[in-house]
């Protein structure tokens, strides 16, 4: 089977995704991003947009009340960074040492391209550890640690590579976004935790100027920075707009693979947006998630319940925050997550971006 | 005390899903205050209003936490079986081999997969019989995210002490109703009742409650552990010793002056009380320490045997001092 990068004029409804996930904007670092999707936004919504200092995006669409009422407050968010890396030193032969920001598996590291936003531009590297043939044998049973492991930029030595870079410049997989399977139902690509959460709202906010909709709520959509290392623009978010509800949207590993029981596999990639009951972070609403899965029912929209309790994302902090708020997750299934190749269906982005627009217009808020 | 105890601990209500027990505990509150209120998250806030005049009150928080905790149903085996997760913190030890109940009345009981080495008793190994034979069956009578807990129940063994499941925290919910009887004939400040959700997954709830408030002072009434029995930890705390003030435990350093104060109001009025270090576990006071600007908060604890698990157990003088050092500080006199 053929693997092609998506083209511009190939598959024009994940075009948007694949330009959120080429951004470059690994925790801490998500000004790029910020700047695409005001890009993506601008003359594409009625919503005001504006930047606030932590870095988060807000577009808000204030709705039509009916006799005065004050507007139920509805907010979508997602997050716009992406797991990466920060050189913490660099060694006297020129090679990077750093260390992860957010959760990644030592394992998908070894040879893999990353890209660093160096002083005066983009700087490709790979990382690299000692060799298999110089390994000891105790080495060779082990997974190596990333302290273990450097990145080659190709410097001749310490000074060389402090003309490029330096301890404290960010760095993220530099990893194509391609289709592939049959109908080129798949999608691979780096960040799409949570760039496809960013273009599900995205997607939302065009939907809802091109049908001329006016919501009878206000509508808080928030994108936001640092949900990979738990320290949460969400959070912020919250506490500045106080909704009385929140949907997250994200992308959730699952484990629909062969060596794992099917009681231990949390989703299925295809089957819709995951909907979560409970994880590590958060106790959902179960009215929320019960209105929403009756609406999927209703309009055939697909999407499943997380059928397992684990992980945890922003809505950890959106629920608590301020007066509390009234918190549904709902997740793109998602294989390799924090890795170079996510891969998600294009079906379930599809799935995902009508479940959030009958969910706004047909939910009792 | 004790039949409202009963009345508090013989009712469901895990993590989340505490709509059950909040309407219990509604009714019971219902006549000694000025206004009720549900938050976002389904925590329950009644108000007594206070006498003086505005701006020279203060508010007051007391708080006890609804939820149990207890399990979901993730999946439905081929067989019948039901796997799980745990909604708080579980004592997988503890709850093997003991009966559960579901929300809709359906039972069964949870075992460990045969085998399993008493080290990986963990959520993953274990699962529940409810006596179907195939999931078909089962699922005509539960559903992937149904919740559960071991059975809710409680015993008088003697005089004063009484054994049952969740002691924690409905005995705390009981002080709370007591105290609110008790200071019926009116007093000086705000005083707000706070029946939170979610506090065994993470004290979540008391915090959306703590912003809301935004209380001068704010008291949990949680359970607390003991020193007192048979291969215990070194603790200070013993059944049957009085209310327990705490000074820390592993999520919060309680406010000084507060400390102080709760035990001046104790000696004073002759109240049973011993102080409270508590090494592991926390409790909502973190969590109303920190909301919003953040306010003076402490804990006033019931102790506790054999929390967390089917058998917990307390001396019902315990509550009761706890109820009377609660009024005592409202009342201030």
């Given at each position: 089977m053929e693997n092609k990068k998506v083209t511009e004029e190939k598959l024009s409804g994940i075009k948007l995704l694949r330009d959120l996930c080429l951004t470059f904007g690994p925790t801490g670092c998500e000004e790029a991003v910020a700047d695409e999707i005001c890009r993506q936004l601008e003359g594409t919504t009625d919503a005001e947009i504006t930047r606030v200092r932590c870095g988060n995006v807000y577009a808000v669409l204030h709705g039509e009340t009916k006799n005065g009422e004050t507007a139920k407050k509805v907010m979508l968010s997602a997050h716009t960074d992406e797991v990466g890396f920060i050189i913490n030193e660099i060694d006297s032969d020129g090679y990077l040492k750093f260390s992860c920001e957010g959760g990644i598996d030592p394992r998908v590291l070894c040879g893999r391209h990353v890209t660093f936003r160096g002083k005066d531009g983009d700087v490709a590297g790979v990382i690299a550890s000692k060799a298999i043939h110089h390994q000891t044998a105790d080495e060779r049973k082990t997974a190596t640690k990333v302290k273990d492991m450097y990145v080659d930029i190709g410097a001749k030595n310490k000074e060389d590579a402090e003309k490029y870079v330096a301890v404290g410049v960010w760095g993220t997989f530099d990893s194509d976004f391609v289709v592939f399977g049959e109908n080129d139902r798949y999608m691979k690509g780096k960040a799409i935790d949570d760039r496809l959460g960013c273009a599900v709202i995205i997607e939302t906010l065009r939907r809802l100027k091109a049908e001329g909709k006016r919501l009878p709520f206000d509508l808080y959509c928030a994108f936001?920075?640092?949900?990979?290392?738990?320290?949460?623009?969400?959070?912020?978010?919250?506490?500045?707009?106080?909704?009385?509800?929140?949907?997250?949207?994200?992308?959730?590993?699952?484990?629909?693979?062969?060596?794992?029981?099917?009681?231990?596999?949390?989703?299925?990639?295809?089957?819709?947006?995951?909907?979560?009951?409970?994880?590590?972070?958060?106790?959902?609403?179960?009215?929320?998630?019960?209105?929403?899965?009756?609406?999927?029912?209703?309009?055939?929209?697909?999407?499943?319940?997380?059928?397992?309790?684990?992980?945890?994302?922003?809505?950890?902090?959106?629920?608590?925050?301020?007066?509390?708020?009234?918190?549904?997750?709902?997740?793109?299934?998602?294989?390799?997550?924090?890795?170079?190749?996510?891969?998600?269906?294009?079906?379930?982005?599809?799935?995902?971006?009508?479940?959030i627009y009958a969910v706004l217009n047909g939910y009792s808020f | 005390m004790y039949s409202l105890i009963k009345k508090m601990v013989c009712c469901a209500g895990t993590s989340g899903s505490e709509k059950k027990i909040a309407e219990v505990i509604r009714g019971e509150i219902a006549p000694y205050v000025d206004e009720i209120t549900y938050d976002a998250l389904g925590?329950?806030?009644?108000?007594?209003?206070?006498?003086?005049?505005?701006?020279?009150?203060?508010?007051?928080?007391?708080?006890?936490?609804?939820?149990?905790?207890?399990?979901?149903?993730t999946f439905i085996e081929d067989n019948g079986m039901l796997r799980l997760a745990p909604l708080g913190g579980i004592n997988f030890t503890a709850a093997a081999f003991s009966e559960v109940v579901f929300e809709n009345g359906t039972r069964g009981v949870i075992v460990p997969e045969a085998g399993t080495k008493p080290e990986d008793l963990k959520a993953d190994k274990f699962y529940v019989d409810i006596g179907a034979s195939t999931a078909g069956e089962a699922s005509r009578r539960v559903s992937v995210g149904d919740r559960f807990a071991l059975v809710q129940y409680t015993t008088r063994l003697s005089k004063n002490r009484i054994v049952g499941r969740p002691i924690d925290d409905r005995a705390g919910c009981a002080v709370l109703i007591e105290i609110a009887k008790r200071i019926f004939g009116g007093c000086r400040d705000d005083v707000y009742f706070a029946f939170t959700v979610q506090e065994e997954v993470g004290c979540r709830g008391a915090r959306p409650v703590g912003f809301a408030v935004a209380p001068d002072v704010a008291i949990a009434f949680d359970v607390t552990g003991v020193g007192d029995v048979p291969g215990a930890k070194p603790m200070a705390v013993s059944l049957g010793d009085g209310a327990a003030i705490k000074v820390r435990d592993a999520s919060v350093i309680c406010d000084a002056g507060l400390v102080d104060q709760l035990h001046k109001i104790a000696a004073d009025k002759k109240i049973t009380h011993q102080t409270e270090v508590l090494i592991s576990g926390g409790t909502d006071t973190s969590s109303l320490q920190m909301a919003g600007a953040g306010c003076a908060a402490g804990a006033i604890s019931i102790p506790s045997r054999y929390i967390h698990s089917g058998v917990e157990m307390i001396d019902l003088r315990d509550a009761e001092a706890c109820a009377a050092l609660g009024t005592a500080y409202i009342l201030g006199e």
């Open positions: 936001t920075v640092r949900e990979e290392i738990g320290r949460s623009g969400a959070q912020i978010a919250a506490q500045t707009f106080e909704p009385d509800y929140a949907i997250v949207l994200e992308s959730t590993a699952i484990a629909d693979l062969p060596d794992v029981p099917a009681n231990s596999r949390v989703a299925k990639v295809g089957d819709g947006g995951v909907i979560s009951l409970a994880d590590r972070s958060t106790v959902y609403d179960r009215e929320f998630v019960d209105g929403t899965m009756k609406i999927a029912a209703q309009k055939n929209i697909p999407a499943q319940i997380k059928r397992y309790v684990s992980g945890g994302n922003d809505a950890g902090h959106i629920h608590k925050a301020a007066r509390g708020t009234k918190t549904l997750a709902v997740s793109a299934p998602t294989r390799y997550l924090h890795s170079a190749s996510c891969v998600a269906a294009a079906a379930d982005f599809d799935s995902i971006r009508e479940l | 925590s329950l806030v009644a108000l007594k209003k206070g006498t003086a005049a505005e701006g020279e009150k203060k508010k007051i928080l007391l708080c006890a936490h609804m939820d149990e905790i207890g399990f979901m149903v």
